[in-house]
């Protein structure tokens, strides 16, 4: 079967399009390279377009001859989408509904969604059921929502099969630790965690010591990169027999951004600066995934249930590639 992966050269486009190669699959990469580097793809195909770009999408769909479409190209930070969140409804939303429409015309009706736990804002409870109210705080969360909508609504119109996967914190090196995570600029706390280890930043910042949790620190649930990808394969192969597919992707164990900055410092033996400092717009303060469902119709489970042994591979990720990845 061949694969689209729009954003494939990114951190979880490059372990699923690894993933995918492994197991038979012939995945091909759709990336503007904006935030996704080259030499993570691999030996797979690569096409260099964006996504706004209809008529690239629409040919690159019949050329390659693509039979499901994986969907990972996003704008994903949650402080800047509070700051510019017409990029996010552009990158987000628009883009998203070129994809659907280009598949529309080369008749590709299959889609695994890369979606968020950010679509649900400030949970009532937790852990986090899929039937839990999505109601948003951040425009990185309105916009990843309002493209799920538009795979509900074309899913509706019998013309596109889709999961969407509203993944918790995705982290870790996968691919035989080969692949790992490598933002620029880098937003998320165990690469930048690791950064300050390393001696590549003189600190790390807690946005927001005063939450309603135990040590006032933001609770979130971290998933390896590999558990995460294994779900794609399983929700594409259900694919074949339904029409619209909606899981929840964690381990379901909630860890404080204290926790994981002291687990950095177990894992490698480094101490380092850390600074308290204001909340950040747009943060909720306990994220955290009850991911049965996904267990129980997909047959999934995480072999990484430890933080330690997650934080492991991303240390050795980017102690072999201390400045990240060539390009």
């Known amino acids: 079967m061949r694969i689209l992966v729009s954003g494939g050269a990114g951190y979880i486009g490059s372990n699923i399009t690894a993933m995918l190669a492994a197991e038979g699959f012939e995945p091909v990469v759709f990336d503007n ?19 706004a770009d209809y008529e690239l999408v629409a040919e690159t769909l019949k050329r390659y001859k693509i039979e499901a479409v994986m969907h990972f190209a996003a704008s994903i930070d949650v402080r800047e989408s509070v700051k510019e969140p017409l990029k996010y409804y552009r990158e987000n939303v628009s883009n998203t509904q070129t994809l659907l429409s280009a598949m529309e015309a080369a008749g590709v009706e299959r889609l695994v969604f890369s979606s968020t736990a950010a679509v649900y804002g400030v949970p009532e409870q937790v852990p986090i059921r899929e039937d839990s109210a999505t109601v948003p705080i951040n425009p990185y969360g309105e916009t990843k929502l309002a493209a799920e909508r538009l795979c509900h609504e074309h899913s509706r119109a019998g013309k596109l ?3 969407t996967l ?3 914190n995705a982290c870790g090196a996968g691919n035989n630790g080969a692949l790992g995570e490598d933002h ?13 280890a390393m001696g590549k930043a003189s600190e790390v910042k807690i946005y927001g010591t005063d939450y309603p949790t135990e040590d006032g620190t933001c609770i979130r649930d971290y998933i390896h990169v590999e558990d995460l990808c294994r779900a794609h394969l399983l929700a594409l192969n259900k694919l074949e027999a339904s029409r619209e597919l909606v899981y929840n992707l964690g ?27 204001e ?8 994220l955290t995934s009850d991911a049965t469902k996904a267990m129980n119709e997909l047959g999934w489970k995480t072999e990484f249930t430890e933080l330690e042994k997650i934080v492991e591979t991303a240390w050795k990720w980017h102690n072999e590639h201390p400045d990240g990845y060539p390009d």
């Not at 620029?184 to 300050?196: F, Q, S």
């Not at 381990?251 to 400092?277: A, L, P, Q, W, Y």
């Not at 909340?279 to 306990?286: E, K, L």
């Open 279 to 286: 909340r950040r717009p747009g943060d909720s303060p306990v």
């Open 33 to 51: 390279l904006s935030k996704g580097h080259r030499s993570a793809v691999g030996g797979a195909e690569f096409v260099r377009g964006d996504l």
């Open 161 to 163: 099969r889709y999961a």
């Open 184 to 196: 620029r600029p880098e937003g998320h706390l165990i690469p930048l965690a690791i950064r300050a």
């Open 251 to 277: 381990n379901g164990n909630g860890h404080s951004v204290r926790e994981v900055i002291e687990t950095v410092k177990k894992v490698s033996g480094k101490d380092f600066k850390v600074v308290d400092s």
């Open 166 to 168: 509203r993944y918790f």
